[in-house]
């Protein structure tokens, strides 16, 4: 059976951008609000993952006038 050959780059150990290893997490949301999540990473050239973790990071602020205006009552 043929191969990918990306599939042996795939096992080999990532390189680490960071002083730890990422670890898996879930997150709720609904699927129209991970659709505009994905398309909010895409936009900066990065994965969710990634997004999720400069924002925890503090590498990407939120610009909390912009969150404000956005801000829905429940």
């Known amino acids: 059976m043929p191969y990918n050959p990306r599939s042996r780059e795939n ?3 990532r390189q680490r951008y960071y002083e ?3 670890k898996r997490h879930e997150v709720m949301v609904t699927p129209e609000g991970w659709e505009g999540f ?4 895409s936009r900066r050239g990065l994965s969710a ?3 999720i973790e400069q924002l ?3 590498l ?3 610009d909390s006038a912009q969150d404000d205006e ?4 429940h």
């Open 11 to 13: 096992l080999k150990p």
């Open 20 to 22: 730890e290893p990422k």
């Open 38 to 41: 994905k398309a909010l990473a």
């Open 49 to 51: 993952s990634e997004l």
């Open 56 to 58: 925890g990071r503090g």
């Open 60 to 62: 990407i602020e939120i």
């Open 70 to 73: 956005r801000r829905v009552e």
